[in-house]
Each structure stands twice: as structure tokens, then as C-alpha cells.
């Protein structure tokens, strides 16, 4: 019987130089591939990613092989090398392994022994201890008079299998060998192996013997298998064929011959968890037998590429083929199982109907109860298992569809009574399609071979029949009573069966399968690697969110009683995405699960054996996000106070959103609770960080803000700790502080500032300083100009005659001139109008600022501004007398660590001015709290909002009406 053509069901695929020799990590979902070009690869396959290379072989490597249970891996060469390398510590560990003559086909370690095996063109097998100093070779296996191309240890014997190009497959008893070293010490087996007996090399080792000789292939055997638990061994020869043989205690012999291939068999291996046998040849082809049959079931072709090895993954089924451009990693079979979930009602609860082996099985998550409901028919053909399942609760008729023949389905009705243990099979009804849903209380829909869609009755009758929306449409999905979804390419259209028309569409490709939320109006739709959430709106799809993932997306349930978030599951991670796009990650797995239901912190769901599996989850963030979108602050508040959020993923979240305030709740550092503070305008906590941190970039941006905010009494802090001269000089104009202003006059000029003198003077309206500063700087002319326009005659007499007679008429005022002075400001004692602050949700940052701290920053003697007490000068102008003396400005003046020292004439320091080595004039509110008044540290601080308009003002102050403006007065 000829087996039919398949496609791969790839889940790795790489390009590169041909591949010789494959092995799986035991556990971790790694593969391992030797190439023709003498590079080691070391691939995680679930990921898709290239861990490692490891090249020290000179010429092609044949053979590679993981450990058991250690990091290690042995790879053989034609460089007559055998090689074992430790992939942690990411070296080759000396010594090599030598002694073959001709190039090493296959290497592998023993399952339990510090052993190794490997085979030859040198006609032989050895085993090596790679445990002991020197690794020595224990046993020269003699008796192939042709190249050795395969040899494998027994998964439980003290057996192996040598495959010659002799014509021969031996099984050689190592028992005797056990004996001789395990449980030895080093000095024994170094011993017994530094002098070998003389027998061992000439006429073989006397410590293994020939079991079995298998003969029965014409040409050389390229390979040879041992079952992994029953007596038989599988060999693939240049003859073509596939040879299955049995062994009992005193013999072995041939059952059955395989025939099908074209060209040389290169390698051929048992499945590990069903019966089959599968075969790759040089005619690029992987054939696959059923081994109690002795037929070919499927059959998977390439166009170019020759096949030269296979490995199995003993757990997980995964098959792997290395051919002349690269290798792949594949599965016979999909390993999602097939499974319904049935809400019910309010008195029925949650019911999982699963299919488990041979059974119909219903869980129920609430109450823990699995029973079996009623056996089923399965085949054992290729593509037989279940695909999907449908359950009509009405009519307790369940839709099983499967691969098998093209597309098949079988429709069982369960028996009222099932529900107290398994049943006898019942009968089902069959049917070809390449999908079938219910879409009504009696009626079902199928996609049948022709690409038409079929209304059936529950007998399977045919009652309509319609063309769907698209002519390629190659699957139909469930979309509530009458209506179907239909994936064609890139599309998934809503259609009415009963108006016959597509009522919506969307762009989606590959869907694999749709995920309704409760509602009926919410649907996931998953792909390979996309996750695509949309609502049904008026009878259109409209398009909601994309996630993009790297690895496959294998399954996913909406949030119980929501519509917002979407949980979902990868190979090897549990994520939430959100209707408005955000998506993270809920819990690593450590293997794939398929999502069945969410109760509260709990997901039920299967695992790849159909065994229904309880995971426990934290749902805090992916709620947190949902409550903060939906400005439901009272929601955020108590996920803050009761749960752990923490990390720069939430921070730099918070800030993206534009919700700094709440960001500030997660913060310890203070360089980013001062930018957090700024961001949102709260000056206080943005106060309290600048003074620990003292550092002048952030003193600069809270004088920004300030002065945004209209506190200058903080604006004239933060320009005193940044030693900002000049602006804290204008500061002191504008905000009518000429006492301070005369101050600055005299740090200026102890500071050797020449342009701050003539600033300070210029603001203060100083004309008797200008002059002087001029003066001193040898501006005469000017000093000349400046006393003539301000009318100082006692100045003028002075420099006039210092003036040169060709400069004097230009020194003149002009006609009509009027004379410079600075404005009057408009004086306050308090701050500007601050900005409105509000109660709000979020006062944490508040409740985290020490108030003894902020008292020790803001003194309580601020207000007293730079009295006379404060200024300690020497003499009225500065003079002689200031030389080698410090300047006292309040508190402990500019002088020792913390002021400026004018000793050598700079007037600069590193430091900047401490709160308490300046007396500001702030309010005693502000100044003996920290806090603003509005501010409560038992309440919520809300970020700042603009102040109120001024025509709002003009309009709540006023005593006539006014309407048509749009203004609310509320």
C-alpha cells in the first residue's frame, strides 16, 4: 500500500551547510546539529533562536549527542576526533577522545554509565569512559569487515546495535564489561586499560561478545535502532528498503520487510509513543510505517534536498531531519487537544468536554469533577486525532472534526444519563467537510471538499445550501445563531445565513482559531503568531487591537466577566492583552497549556495528554491597567494599597500614559521621583528630592516649574542653591524686593561681577553706582553721559574735565530725551496666584516627604529677608577692608564649607547656598510645613490643573447674568 503525500507540520526550520548528525536536549527545548562544515549548532527551537556554535573540529562532524542529565555533548569528526563539550561553561574539555583510525560516523552516551559509544569507517566500535583522567578506552569492538556507520546503546539493556556497510546488523552483549569497570576505581581501570590484553586488538575484546547477527540487506546498512521498549530493531540499508526484526533471549529474526523508498535508506528509528516507524532516505523523502500493519501511512517530500539523519524526542514526539540545506524540527500529529467549554447556567455551572483517549470527558472547574461520558471511535490512521470540538447544549450533540480523509466530522448525540460514568460507544453520524459548527438549536453548518456550505439537520441531512461570501474560503468559525465566520486568505467575514450576505469584514490572516467573549460581541481571533481582537458592532467587525508575538500563540479566554482583557498563552508564557492594545506578561510555563476557562486567580486548562491542569495567577497588573484607562480611580487606589506593583516596566507604563502622579507611588529613587514630581507639578515631593539629591541640574528645573506655578519663594530657593545671580536678581525686580536688591548690589560687587553691579544698580534706579561703576571701568564718556542725563552736577563737574573736548558735544542729552527708571512693581508679600490644586486620588508622594526634613529645609526665620543682622559688611563700599575676610549673609554666612569664599577674588564655589546659609522671605505657612495650603497629608493629592480662566472669574465675580458664553459656573 503506497502512502499518501503529507505536508510538515514544521515547528523549527534552519538553513545551513548539510547536516549530519541531530540529538534533543532530554529536557530543555534545545537541538543540537553537527553540519558538513564542521560547525556545532546549538538551537532552542520554541524560540527559534541560535544559543551557540562550537568549531574546533577541522573537517565535517557526523555525529553529535546530548547527556542525559549533565551540560555535556559529544560530537565525533573525520578529523578522527572524538570531542565532549560542556555548553555551560561553553568549552571543550580536554583531552579528546583518540584512537579511531578512519572517520567517526555516530558518537552517544550512555544513559547511566560515564560511556561512551562510537562507530567508525575504521571498522570498529569503541567505548570510552569520558568520566575518568584520561578517558580512557574501555573495549575495541571488532568483527565488521566494512566501514561501521551507526552503532546505538540499548535505552535499558547492556546491549548495542552496530549497523555495517558489511551488509550486517550486530547486537553485541556489553554485559561482561559492566562487570569489569563499574563500581572500579580510576587506578583499577587505568590499570587494566594502559596494558590491554593481547586478544582485544587482534581477535576482539573477550568482555563483549556478538549476541546476534543480523543478516538479510543486500547492500551496506546505513543504520540500525533499538525499540524503545520492546525486543526490535528497525535497520535502513543502500538496498532500499526497511527491515523489522525481533529478538528473544537466544535469537533474533527478521518479521517484516518495508518497501517504498527509491533510494538509499539513511537512517531509520522507532516512534516513541506510537506504533510507527519512521524512515528518510537520499530520494528526499520521510516516510512513515505503521509497525503492526507494515505499511506506509504518510509520506513528506522536499524538491531539493537529500535526507541524511532523524532524531525523536522521547517525551514529546517532536521528530527532527537534517538533509543537504539545513534541518527541521516536526510533529506527525497536532498536539492541541480537542475541547468545548460549555458556560451553562446559573444552576448547571462551567462544563469542559474534552476528548481523552478513547472517552468523551466532562470537568467541571467549579466543583473539580472529571467523568468520562461516552467512548468513541478512533482510527489509528495518520491526522486521525480530533481537531476541534463542538458542544450543543440544547440538544447535547457534540461535532468532532478531525483531519483525516481530507476533512472529516462525526456527530454524537450524548445520552441523558451519561453523566453518571462512561457509556458504550453510540453511534455517530459521519460525514467529509473541512469544517462543521452548529449555527441554530437543530442545525449545523459544514464547509464541505467544494468549498460550499452545507446546512444539516441533526440527522445529517442536508436541508440547504449556500456559497459562501468568498470563493477561497477554506474554514468556517462559530459567530452565533445564523451566522458564520468565514476565513478566506487574509479575511474573516461575518455572514447571515439567512440573508445570504457577508454583513462585515476584517482583516486577519491565518486564523486558526476565534474566541467569543460572553457577550457575543467581543472575539479574538489567534493566528500562528498574532493575537487580533475586534467587536461586532451593528453586525460589522470592527477592529480593536494587534498583538505580535515571536513564538506561537497557542491559545487564549477571555477575563471572566469582562470585556477588556483577553488572556492568552505562547509556548512558554501566560499574557494579557487589553482592547486598547497594552499586553504583558502574566506567568511563565514550563511547558505549552491550552486555556479553557478563568475563575478569579485561577485558569483551568489541558495540557498536551489531555490532563486538566490548575494554574494559579496574579491578575494585579493587566487589572491596574484596565482601572487606570478607565480613570476608575477608586479601583486604582485599592490595587496600589493592597498589591505589589513595582518596577521600571509600571513606572516608564504610568509616564507613557500620562500618569505621573501615580507613578510616583512605585518610586524610591529620587532622581526619578523629582522628574516624576516635575511631570505632574508637585512641587512639594519635587522640593523634597532636590534637597537630597542637591544637585544643580534639578534645582534648575524646579525653579521652572516654580515660576510656572507662580512660587517664587521657591523660584528664589532654587536660584540661590544654582548661585543664578542674575536671575535671582530680576526675581528680586519684578517682584518689588529692593532690600534684597541692594544686597545683590553688594555680593556683586564683592564678587568682582562688574555687569551684576551695573544690573543690580540699573534695577534699583542706583544712578550715583552706574556712574561709579563706569568710572571705575574708565567709561568716562559714558560715566560723563549717565551724570548729565540724571542731572548729577556734582558727578558732572568731577569727569568733565577728564573728558576730551572732541567727545563733549556728543556727551550731550538729545532734545526730548526723558530719563531711564525703573518701573514700581507691584509689591507682594506672598506668592503669585498658584496654580488650582484639587483634591484627587493620589497623595502617596506627599505622605512619603518627611515633614521634620522639610522643616530643617524651610526655617521657620525665612521671612526676615537680608536684614542688616544678615549682611555683615565691612565697610559701605566694599573696599580694602573686605580683603581676607568673609562675607556673612544669614544663618552661618557665605564663609567655611558652605559659602562663598572671596579670598581669592572668585567668589565661586562647588556647593551652591544652603536654605540655612540664606534667609529667604517665605511665608510662615509655607515655610513651617512644607506643604502647600490646600495640601492635607491625611487626604489625596491631585496633579495641579490650570488656574481659572479669567474671564470665568470676571464672570463669577460679577453681579449681572451672562449667558451664551459656554461657561459653566458650577
Not at 565535517?60 to 578522527?80: A, E, I, K
Not at 540499508?237 to 527509491?262: C, F, I, Y
Not at 476584517?506 to 467587536?535: E, G, Q
Request: one cysteine or more.
Amino acid at each position: 500500500m503506497s502512502s499518501s503525500n503529507s505536508e510538515f507540520l514544521t515547528k523549527f526550520e534552519t538553513k545551513s551547510n548539510r547536516v549530519k548528525g541531530l540529538s534533543f536536549h532530554p529536557r530543555r527545548p534545545w537541538i543540537v546539529a553537527s553540519l558538513h562544515n564542521g560547525v556545532i549548532q546549538l538551537w532552542d527551537y520554541r524560540m527559534g533562536t541560535l544559543l551557540d556554535r562550537f568549531e574546533e573540529h577541522e573537517g565535517p562532524v557526523r555525529g553529535v549527542n546530548f547527556h542525559q542529565t549533565q551540560p555535556l555533548l559529544v560530537s565525533g569528526g573525520d578529523d578522527y576526533k572524538i570531542k565532549i563539550w560542556n555548553y555551560k561553561l561553553r568549552r571543550c574539555l580536554k583531552p579528546d577522545l583518540l584512537g579511531h583510525l578512519d572517520y567517526i560516523r555516530t558518537v552517544q552516551f550512555h544513559h547511566e554509565y560515564p560511556w561512551v559509544v562510537s562507530s567508525s569507517d575504521d571498522q570498529t566500535v569503541r567505548i570510552w569512559d569520558w568520566q575518568q583522567s584520561g578517558r580512557p578506552c574501555l573495549v575495541v569492538l571488532t568483527g565488521h569487515n566494512h566501514y561501521v556507520m551507526s552503532v546505538q546503546f540499548h535505552p535499558r539493556e547492556d546491549l548495542i546495535v552496530s549497523a555495517s556497510l558489511d551488509q550486517t546488523v550486530r547486537v553485541w552483549d556489553i554485559s561482561g564489561l559492566k562487570k569489569k569497570y563499574v563500581g572500579h576505581g580510576v587506578d583499577d581501570i587505568q590499570g587494566q586499560t594502559s596494558v590491554p590484553k593481547i586478544g582485544a586488538d587482534l581477535f576482539g575484546s573477550t568482555d563483549t561478545t556478538v549476541k546476534y547477527l543480523l543478516e538479510g540487506h543486500d547492500r551496506g546498512v546505513n543504520w540500525a535502532s533499538f525499540h524503545h521498549t520492546l525486543p526490535l530493531i528497525v535497520s535502513g540499508a543502500d538496498d532500499r528498503q526497511v527491515k523489522l526484526w525481533r529478538m528473544n533471549d537466544s535469537k533474533a529474526w527478521e518479521v517484516d520487510t518495508l518497501r517504498g523508498h527509491v533510494n538509499n535508506v539513511s537512517c531509520v528509528l522507532f516512534h516513541p509513543k506510537q506504533e510507527l516507524i519512521i524512515s528518510n532516505s537520499e530520494d528526499k523523502s520521510i516516510r512513515v510505517w505503521d509497525m503492526s500493519k507494515r505499511t506506509g501511512v504518510q509520506t513528506f517530500r522536499r524538491e531539493q534536498d537529500r535526507f541524511w539523519i532523524l532524531a525523536v524526542h522521547k517525551d514529546q514526539g517532536l521528530l527532527a531531519a537534517g538533509h543537504d540545506s539545513g534541518m527541521l524540527v516536526f510533529k506527525l500529529d497536532r498536539e492541541r487537544p480537542a475541547f468545548a467549554l460549555n458556560e451553562g447556567g446559573p444552576n448547571t455551572g462551567s462544563q469542559l468536554l474534552y476528548i481523552k483517549e478513547r472517552y468523551l470527558r466532562m470537568f467541571e472547574p467549579g466543583s473539580g469533577r472529571d467523568i468520562p461520558l461516552v467512548s468513541i471511535r478512533r482510527s489509528s490512521g495518520p491526522n486521525s486525532a480530533p481537531r476541534t470540538l463542538v458542544y450543543n447544549e440544547a440538544e447535547r450533540s457534540v461535532l468532532m472534526c478531525t483531519d483525516a480523509e481530507g476533512g472529516s466530522y462525526e456527530l454524537y448525540q450524548i445520552p441523558r444519563d451519561a453523566s453518571k460514568g462512561a457509556q458504550e460507544s453510540v453511534d455517530s453520524k459521519r460525514g467529509l467537510g473541512l469544517a462543521a459548527v452548529f449555527v441554530a438549536r437543530n442545525r449545523f453548518a459544514v464547509l464541505d471538499k467544494s468549498r460550499q456550505i452545507l446546512i444539516k439537520n441533526l440527522s445529517n441531512e442536508v436541508t440547504k445550501k449556500l456559497s459562501p461570501p468568498h470563493p477561497t474560503t477554506d474554514m468556517i468559525f462559530y459567530a452565533g445563531t445564523g451566522m458564520l465566520l468565514c476565513k478566506a486568505e487574509d479575511k474573516i467575514t461575518l455572514f447571515d445565513l439567512q440573508q445570504k450576505r457577508a454583513m462585515g469584514e476584517i482583516i486577519c490572516p491565518n486564523v486558526k482559531y476565534v474566541v467569543w467573549a460572553n457577550d457575543m460581541k467581543h472575539v479574538a481571533f489567534l493566528s500562528k503568531h498574532t493575537v487580533v481582537l475586534a467587536r461586532r458592532d451593528a453586525q460589522k467587525l470592527e477592529h480593536l487591537a494587534t498583538v505580535h508575538e515571536t513564538i506561537r500563540v497557542k491559545s487564549g479566554v477571555w477575563e471572566e466577566g469582562s470585556t477588556k482583557a483577553f488572556i492568552y498563552t505562547t509556548l512558554n508564557h501566560v499574557k494579557f492583552c487589553l482592547t486598547q492594545g497594552d499586553s504583558g506578561i502574566i506567568r511563565t510555563l514550563e511547558a505549552p497549556v491550552y486555556l479553557c476557562k478563568v475563575m478569579g486567580n485561577k485558569l483551568f486548562c489541558l495540557d498536551r495528554e489531555s490532563n486538566t491542569l490548575t494554574l494559579s495567577i496574579d491578575k494585579t497588573e493587566f487589572l491596574f491597567k484596565v482601572a487606570l484607562l478607565d480613570r476608575n480611580y477608586d479601583e486604582v487606589l485599592k490595587i496600589i494599597k493592597r498589591s505589589k506593583l513595582c518596577g521600571q516596566a509600571i513606572i516608564g507604563y504610568l509616564q507613557k500614559k500620562g500618569f505621573p502622579e501615580v507613578a510616583l507611588q512605585f518610586v524610591n529613587d529620587e532622581k526619578t521621583r523629582f522628574n516624576l514630581a516635575i511631570e505632574c507639578g508637585n512641587i512639594e515631593v519635587a522640593l523634597a528630592s532636590a534637597s537630597a539629591l542637591d544637585d544643580k541640574d534639578c534645582w534648575h528645573k524646579l525653579g521652572v516649574e516654580a515660576l510656572r506655578q507662580g512660587n517664587h519663594q521657591i523660584v528664589e530657593m532654587a536660584y540661590q542653591k544654582t548661585k543664578d545671580f542674575e536671575r535671582l536678581s530680576f526675581l528680586y525686580l519684578i517682584t518689588g524686593n529692593t532690600e534684597k536688591l541692594n544686597k545683590m548690589l553688594r555680593i556683586a560687587e564683592m564678587r568682582g561681577d562688574i555687569m551684576g553691579r551695573f544690573h543690580n544698580a540699573l534695577y534699583l534706579g542706583d544712578v550715583n553706582e552706574r556712574i561709579k561703576i563706569l568710572k571705575d571701568q574708565q567709561q568716562l564718556a559714558l560715566a560723563y553721559l549717565t551724570a548729565v542725563t540724571h542731572g548729577v552736577t556734582d558727578a558732572v563737574a568731577e569727569l568733565e574735565p577728564l573728558i576730551p573736548e572732541e567727545l563733549l558735544p556728543s556727551c550731550k542729552p538729545k532734545p526730548g530725551a526723558s530719563l531711564m527708571f525703573p518701573p514700581t512693581p507691584i509689591f507682594r508679600e506672598n506668592n503669585w496666584p498658584l496654580l488650582r490644586v484639587s483634591k484627587g486620588y493620589f497623595d502617596g508622594p506627599v505622605e512619603k516627604v518627611s515633614e521634620s526634613k522639610l522643616n530643617d529645609e524651610l526655617d521657620g526665620d525665612i521671612g526676615g529677608g537680608w536684614g542688616g543682622d544678615d549682611l555683615d559688611l565691612p565697610g559701605e563700599g566694599g573696599g580694602d577692608e573686605m580683603q581676607g575676610e568673609d562675607v556673612d549673609v544669614g544663618g552661618e554666612g557665605w564663609g567655611g564649607d558652605g559659602g562663598v569664599d572671596l579670598e581669592d577674588g572668585t567668589g565661586e564655589t562647588g556647593d551652591g547656598w544652603g536654605i540655612d546659609e540664606l534667609d529667604l522671605d517665605l511665608p510662615g505657612g509655607a515655610a513651617s510645613s512644607g506643604k502647600s495650603p490646600g495640601a492635607n497629608v491625611g487626604g489625596f493629592f491631585a496633579p495641579p490643573t490650570m488656574g481659572t480662566p479669567a474671564a470665568l472669574r470676571w464672570q463669577q465675580a460679577s453681579s449681572v447674568r451672562i449667558t451664551g458664553m459656554g461657561l459653566s459656573c458650577g
